[in-house]
């Protein structure tokens, strides 16, 4: 099912970063990505590509969209192309913005921080990989649902600090026991690093959740842009090595291609504070070589091996250079025989989904999300 979202009638910028709302601070310098905060052999900025022509008139943010990036704006923040990778991490994210949108107009915390949580370290071959562990307000007996969730940042920036409205309200809403996991991060951990950790966090959690009173045989996988193409992957691999299948995928705004010429790649070119060249400059600092962009791994448009995958939820946002493949590859995965729901949202920016407390359509399309997993989760 292909469902366009209109909540009102705008057209604009987009954004990559992390949008938690609910105690949301700056990079964790704790976190895999931070070793390259003080890392003077960092890689530097990308130069900017030549400016697209945009196919039509960028779209506009509606009025609770439009708050927020002037809040980023306030806030500094800059063009990720323009930054080393240092600085990219360390500068304000949508999530510091939605938060001060949140503050400024004084919306309570409740019910999100009333969530518990627990960090836990899930071995792996690498090294122990970051976790959070976020519990239902109500859990009752269990054992419990459970959502692994991976978090954005074009596998270059952010952590689960930045990444914590989501799990939050998944967990909330689904009344699913959520597991955030980090993973290792580009440029010192080249692609497919973050994909390796993605499948190492997945197969643990299958085998040991039993032991937190989580139900293997309820798994979910979601995340959000780089996470959200983490995600698939994982469904993809559970597929190909005959392992336990997720029951249902929530992919957020996905990295599903590699082609920056798409509609909507030109029609948010100039978009801040994700565009084109900042795409480009995640790539760059993500892939080995260009040659990698065509991985099946990344251009999940390009694969033909989809049938069979569990019932999947994609959503876009109308303001995002990510949005043709998004919708390109909820066509594909519903051609194939998988039961889709992919929802696109008018006037709001690539990273709207963790927004809400302060956008109406992130409200939305987290109320949507939930209900497709929970619907999931009573199979």
Same mark, same amino acid.
């Given at each position: 099912? $292909?469902?366009?979202?209109?909540?009102?009638?705008?057209?604009?910028? !987009?954004?990559?970063?992390?949008?938690?709302?609910?105690?949301?601070?700056?990079?964790?310098?704790?976190?895999?990505?931070?070793?390259?905060?003080?890392?003077?052999?960092?890689?530097?900025? +990308?130069?900017?590509?030549?400016?697209?022509?945009?196919?039509?008139?960028? +779209?506009?943010? @509606?009025?609770?969209?439009?708050?927020?990036?002037?809040?980023?704006?306030?806030?500094? !923040?800059?063009?990720?192309?323009?930054?080393?990778?240092?600085?990219?991490?360390?500068? *304000?994210?949508?999530?510091?913005?939605?938060?001060?949108?949140? =503050?400024?107009?004084?919306?309570?915390?409740?019910?999100?921080?009333?969530?518990?949580?627990?960090? $836990?370290?899930?071995?792996?071959?690498?090294?122990?990989?970051?976790?959070?562990?976020?519990?239902?307000?109500?859990?009752?007996?269990? #054992?419990?649902?459970?959502?692994?969730?991976?978090?954005?940042?074009?596998?270059?920036?952010?952590?689960?600090?930045?990444?914590?409205?989501?799990?939050? *309200?998944?967990?909330?809403?689904?009344?699913?026991?959520?597991?955030?996991?980090?993973?290792?991060?580009? #440029?010192?951990?080249?692609?497919? +690093? !973050?994909?390796?950790?993605?499948?190492?966090?997945?197969?643990?959690?299958?085998?040991? $959740? @039993?032991?937190?009173?989580?139900?293997?045989?309820?798994? &979910?996988? &979601?995340?959000?842009?780089?996470?959200?193409?983490?995600?698939?992957?994982?469904?993809?691999? &559970?597929?190909? =090595?005959?392992?336990?299948?997720?029951?249902?995928?929530?992919?957020?705004?996905?990295?599903?291609?590699?082609?920056?010429?798409?509609?909507?790649?030109?029609?948010?070119?100039?978009?801040?504070?994700?565009?084109?060249?900042?795409?480009?400059?995640?790539?760059?600092? +993500?892939?080995?070589?260009?040659?990698?962009?065509?991985?099946?791994? $990344?251009?999940?448009?390009?694969?033909?091996?989809?049938?069979?995958?569990? #019932?999947?939820?994609?959503?876009?946002?109308?303001?995002?250079?990510?949005?043709?493949?998004?919708?390109?590859?909820?066509?594909?995965?519903?051609?194939?025989?998988?039961?889709?729901?992919?929802?696109?949202?008018?006037?709001?920016?690539?990273?709207?989904?963790?927004?809400?407390?302060?956008?109406?359509?992130?409200?939305? !399309?987290?109320?949507?999300?939930?209900?497709?997993?929970?619907?999931?989760?009573?199979?």
């Amino acid at each position: 099912m $292909i469902i366009r979202q209109t909540l009102y009638a705008g057209l604009v910028t !987009a954004a990559l970063m992390g949008t938690a709302i609910t105690g949301v601070q700056a990079q964790d310098t704790t976190s895999p990505a931070a070793a390259a905060t003080e890392n003077p052999n960092a890689p530097t900025p +990308a130069p900017a590509s030549a400016t697209a022509q945009p196919t039509e008139e960028i +779209a506009q943010p @509606h009025p609770e969209m439009k708050a927020v990036l002037d809040a980023l704006a306030e806030l500094q !923040a800059k063009p990720f192309h323009t930054l080393t990778v240092p600085e990219a991490r360390n500068q *304000a994210s949508p999530a510091d913005a939605a938060r001060t949108v949140q =503050r400024d107009q004084k919306i309570p915390s409740e019910p999100e921080s009333l969530v518990e949580t627990k960090d $836990i370290a899930i071995p792996g071959p690498m090294g122990a990989l970051p976790a959070r562990v976020y519990m239902p307000p109500e859990p009752g007996e269990g #054992p419990l649902p459970v959502i692994v969730y991976f978090h954005g940042g074009g596998w270059v920036v952010a952590d689960i600090n930045v990444y914590d409205a989501t799990p939050r *309200a998944l967990a909330i809403g689904s009344g699913a026991m959520v597991i955030s996991v980090d993973y290792r991060h580009a #440029p010192e951990w080249k692609f497919p +690093a !973050a994909h390796d950790d993605a499948w190492t966090a997945y197969e643990w959690v299958v085998e040991n $959740i @039993h032991t937190m009173n989580g139900d293997a045989t309820r798994i &979910a996988v &979601a995340g959000e842009s780089a996470g959200a193409n983490l995600a698939a992957n994982v469904a993809l691999m &559970a597929k190909e =090595r005959e392992a336990t299948l997720p029951v249902h995928q929530l992919l957020v705004y996905p990295i599903a291609g590699s082609d920056t010429e798409t509609a909507s790649y030109l029609e948010n070119a100039e978009a801040k504070p994700l565009g084109k060249a900042d795409m480009e400059w995640f790539f760059q600092n +993500a892939l080995e070589n260009p040659e990698q962009a065509n991985d099946p791994r $990344i251009n999940l448009v390009g694969r033909d091996d989809l049938e069979g995958l569990p #019932p999947a939820t994609v959503i876009t946002a109308q303001i995002d250079p990510l949005r043709t493949e998004g919708e390109t590859y909820a066509k594909d995965l519903e051609a194939a025989g998988v039961q889709v729901n992919a929802l696109q949202y008018d006037g709001v920016t690539h990273e709207f989904f963790g927004m809400a407390k302060v956008v109406p359509e992130a409200k939305e !399309a987290v109320d949507a999300a939930n209900a497709d997993l929970t619907a999931a989760f009573a199979q």
